[in-house]
């Protein structure tokens, strides 16, 4: 026999036999002052047949009850349960990146919430100690996963909309006050704490920018970045993104709108999974012309996310989104929220 299947044959019985025949992957959470700390592990425990959650580490004052029944430990007893294999990453920004590196070197994959860190080097180092290990480093943009934007990538892959000429998108809120506080705090306001999401989604169809100039226009005499816009400039495509945290339809009014030589894309709202095409050509279901896509939404806002972290994590596929991209898109999201690199 091999030896790599000798040794993998006896690696895999010993954990069989330590974990006993149940297949699901072990996983548990540091910190839940994130704010989709909650959501993420809701997702997580609603995959019950896939995951099996060992603990929670890190955890505020929270009496969520998405954490309800958990055992609550230390990060260094959590790291240390037998056969866990996977970690979600949820503290206050400050701490997310020293949390992953401390996953990933205890040797387990990571989900990572967005934005990771305030700091480029720090995040790209963490990003590359993990390709280097081959640890998976899953990012939480969430609109990787919404049907509407898988739609959009895949005609992107196969040519339907031609050459991207433009892409314009907005993701606003109206803050409450202490949503105002939260994003007050951070050098580079709204845009770096939301808008980041459409950022990735851009560069998912164009790669890094050649240039990023980024402009803030605060509402009210607080000086909270709250009404922002950033411009990516691209050799044949110009990308507009706005954050607007004083907007009352900001919610309803997001939107991502790609328009390319062959085709056209509007997904509006950003969530809904409904979106408005256009083509010159039809492309299998789609016809040409103008016509209204209506997908459907996984049950749970994070669902599909860690349907495929666990596909990931079994050797099923790799991730879709490399450290480059990571990369990329963290340095581009600093640029737009008019933060050093």
Wanted: hydrophobic residues 40%.
């Amino acid at each position: 026999m091999d030896r790599r299947i000798f040794l993998g044959s006896l690696l895999a019985a010993s954990t069989s036999s330590l974990l006993g025949a149940d297949p699901r992957i072990r996983i548990g959470q540091i910190g839940t002052q994130h704010s989709h700390a909650s959501g993420k592990m809701e997702a997580v425990r609603r995959l019950s047949d896939t995951y099996e959650v060992v603990g929670l580490a890190g955890a505020d004052s929270s009496t969520h009850q998405a954490y309800e029944g958990l055992p609550r430990m230390s990060v260094e007893e959590l790291l240390a349960q037998p056969g866990l294999q996977a970690v979600v990453i949820e503290p206050r920004i400050e701490d997310a990146c020293p949390s992953a590196l401390q996953a990933l070197r205890a040797g387990k994959h990571i989900h990572l919430d967005k934005p990771a860190a305030l700091d480029h080097a720090t995040f790209r180092a963490m990003r590359l100690e993990a390709q280097g290990r081959k640890l998976t480093v899953q990012m939480g943009y969430m609109l990787r996963y919404n049907p509407a934007f898988e739609l959009l990538f895949q005609a992107h892959r196969e040519g339907w909309l031609g050459d991207i000429l433009e892409i314009d998108a907005m993701m606003g809120k109206l803050a409450d006050p202490a949503n105002r506080t939260t994003i007050g705090v951070l050098p580079g306001g709204g845009m770096f704490e939301l808008a980041c999401h459409v950022i990735d989604a851009a560069i998912t169809l164009l790669g890094k920018p050649a240039e990023v100039h980024a402009f803030s226009t605060p509402t009210q005499a607080d000086g909270v970045k709250d009404n922002q816009m950033a411009v990516l400039v691209y050799p044949k495509t110009t990308v507009t993104i706005r954050c607007n945290h004083a907007d009352p339809f900001g919610g309803p009014r997001r939107r991502f709108q790609v328009a390319g030589t062959r085709g056209a894309m509007e997904i509006l709202p950003l969530e809904s999974g409904e979106a408005t095409l256009w083509l010159t050509q039809a492309h299998g279901p789609w016809k040409q012309g103008r016509q209204t896509v209506r997908l459907p939404l996984p049950k749970g806002r994070y669902d599909a996310e860690f349907v495929d972290l666990a596909r990931i994590i079994r050797g099923e596929k790799p991730l879709a989104w490399n450290a480059a991209h990571d990369i990329a898109v963290h340095e581009t999201v600093l640029k737009a929220s008019g933060m050093s690199v």
